[in-house]
């Protein structure tokens, strides 16, 4: 007869699973923390708009968060909001990726020759104190109210903050990094293709994000004084008839509208550009009067 | 020949103050084929003016500096350099991006500059290692990637700035048994500068002591005859070391001496 199976039981200590449902409580309250406050945090938005809105200063000048969100229903029903979007985003895409790409060239000549620097400081120096919205009269007259003039004014507000974080991470490439590949037999054109673009690339992007909430800004001005379609006619459109919730639906998209780009962008930047960033030093840069972080963890620290 | 070869080299620095800095005066060196050269002095001496000056970073004023008896004019890949910070590695690539980097500029084709590079990564022990970024290792890590790159471009002779004077004493101690290996290995001529009298000892087979700044010289040449194996406590290694210690400990005394005068004025 064989012997019985040796019975092995499944029990553990009351302590250690107590302490395990513990630690999984523990976690859960930890990203119920992070994720609810987050939500709590936009919702209180909504509750302290209603609490002002009628309560408050109850007005037909500023209507509650119902009525705007019943209207912004409306006019996605009927395709208006969505067109206006449409043209905002085209004018912004088209505007930016024109400003972006010229301001990259122009930055990275800058930073690499002494003369060309010399000789474009002066334009830079004074042309990126003109606010782009003041173009837009001079680019009215020159271009008429089309999308011509729209997409000098997006670019116009682009192209310097481009410059100068381009310019700014070109020059501040280290000697060391430049001298390795000298040694390592790399020629001038080599250097400035494998070492100084790539070194410059978290400046770019930090610029491009910057620049991104700056045509935002731009568009709404420019569509508010000449355009017939944009989210920025929408508020001024509407105050001539007194379609008071229209202008909050208005707002109510730009904030959205700009929230989800930048998120977009960030997340772009992470997934495709991730290795450019140095991974302890996030590339900071000041930038007029802003001073911003990228901040990219790629990685955690071995 | 020799494969350095440098006499009366001067080096100045211009101050915008006026007061131009002599930091070389009367330097004369010879480097050979197959030897590692350690390249001694206090701080402050000139020693990194030196190897800058060798690796075409910086002119000479005065002196003949040549290389394969032609004078060296820049930077270039016959002279491999090890810098002692960590900012050379390029932080976007991989540590096997980064070593063959030299071989990639060559025009290398993808898959025979990936095993060529293995081979070296390899070698200095990181094997495993390959895709990991400059930012995910440690300091020990980083500068046997800097040493991989440079061998992986095999370069007629290889110039090491103080390459592990940033490295805890542990790890540094590491470091100079596997450089002293891989040396042994294929024996590419070396100039090494440390300010550590001990490293130079284990490393080195010749030992020039620089004397304090400013206006340095070389002082001496210790020849070391200690062969592969080396012990800090063996009896021939503390005489090399003891020797050395004399040399320098008076030029270590005046350089601090001068420090204090200048902080005093």
């Known amino acids: ?302 | 020949m020799s494969l350095i070869s440098i006499s009366g080299l001067e080096k100045t620095f211009r101050s915008r103050q006026g007061a131009d800095y002599t930091a070389i005066r009367d330097f004369d060196l010879e480097i050979h084929e197959g030897e590692f050269f350690c390249l001694l002095g206090p701080s402050g001496c000139g020693k990194t003016t030196v190897l800058n000056i060798i690796a075409g970073f910086d002119e000479q004023t005065r002196g003949d500096v040549m290389l394969d008896g032609r004078p060296i004019g820049g930077p270039g890949e016959d002279r491999g350099v090890v810098f002692q910070g960590d900012d050379p590695l390029f932080t976007w690539c991989s540590a096997l991006q980064n070593v063959e980097f030299g071989p990639r500029l060559r025009g290398m084709s993808r898959g025979e500059r990936e095993s060529h590079a293995r081979k070296y990564i390899e070698l200095v022990g990181l094997g495993g290692q390959e895709e990991k970024f400059p930012g995910e290792l440690s300091g020990g890590m980083k500068q046997r990637i800097q040493i991989a790159r440079c061998l992986a471009n095999e370069s007629k002779m290889l110039l090491m700035d103080e390459p592990f004077g940033a490295l805890d004493a542990q790890t540094r101690s590491i470091m100079q048994e596997q450089l002293a290996r891989i040396w042994h290995q294929n024996e590419t001529p070396v100039l090494f500068i440390t300010h550590d009298i001990d490293e130079a000892v284990t490393l080195g087979s010749r030992i020039g002591v620089m004397t304090a700044g400013p206006e340095s010289t070389l002082k001496g040449i210790v020849d070391v005859n200690l062969g592969a194996e080396r012990r800090r406590t063996d009896d021939d290694f503390m005489q090399v070391y003891r020797v050395v210690y004399d040399m320098i400990r008076e030029e270590v005394l005046q350089s601090l001496s001068r420090e204090d005068q200048e902080a005093a004025a």
């Open chain 1, 1 to 302: 007869m064989s012997p019985a199976p040796e019975q092995v039981t499944a029990t553990r200590p009351a302590s250690d699973m107590q302490r395990e449902s513990e630690d999984a409580w523990a976690a859960l309250k930890k990203s119920a923390n992070h994720y609810g406050i987050y939500t709590v945090g936009f919702f209180s938005l909504f509750v302290l708009w209603h609490i002002v809105s009628v309560y408050l200063f109850s007005s037909v000048l500023f209507p509650p968060p119902l009525p705007v969100l019943a209207k912004a229903g409306e006019l996605m029903a009927n395709g208006k909001l969505f067109e206006h979007v449409g043209y905002s985003m085209m004018r912004i895409a088209v505007g930016f990726t024109l400003g972006s790409a010229i301001g990259i060239v122009i930055g990275l000549l800058m930073g690499s020759f002494a003369s060309v620097r010399r000789f474009l400081d002066p334009y830079v120096e004074t042309l990126r104190f003109i606010p782009a919205v003041a173009m837009i009269t001079v680019a009215v007259i020159w271009f008429g109210i089309g999308e011509t003039s729209k997409f000098f004014i997006i670019t116009y507000a682009t192209v310097f903050i481009v410059i100068l974080t381009t310019a700014a991470g070109v020059s501040s490439i280290v000697p060391n990094k430049v001298r390795a590949a000298q040694s390592l037999g790399a020629t001038r054109t080599q250097i400035f293709f494998l070492v100084t673009l790539p070194a410059t690339v978290p400046f770019i992007l930090t610029g491009m994000r910057v620049a991104m909430a700056n045509a935002f800004t731009t568009i709404v001005a420019a569509e508010l004084v000449a355009a017939n379609h944009g989210i920025g006619t929408l508020p001024w459109q509407s105050r001539l008839y007194m379609l008071i919730p229209e202008i909050f639906v208005a707002l109510l998209t730009l904030a959205l509208l700009g929230f989800t780009v930048d998120r977009c962008f960030r997340w772009a930047i992470y997934k495709f550009a991730g290795r450019y960033s140095p991974v302890r030093a996030a590339a900071q840069i000041v930038c007029g009067d802003c001073y911003v972080g990228l901040s990219l963890r790629r990685t955690k620290h071995a």
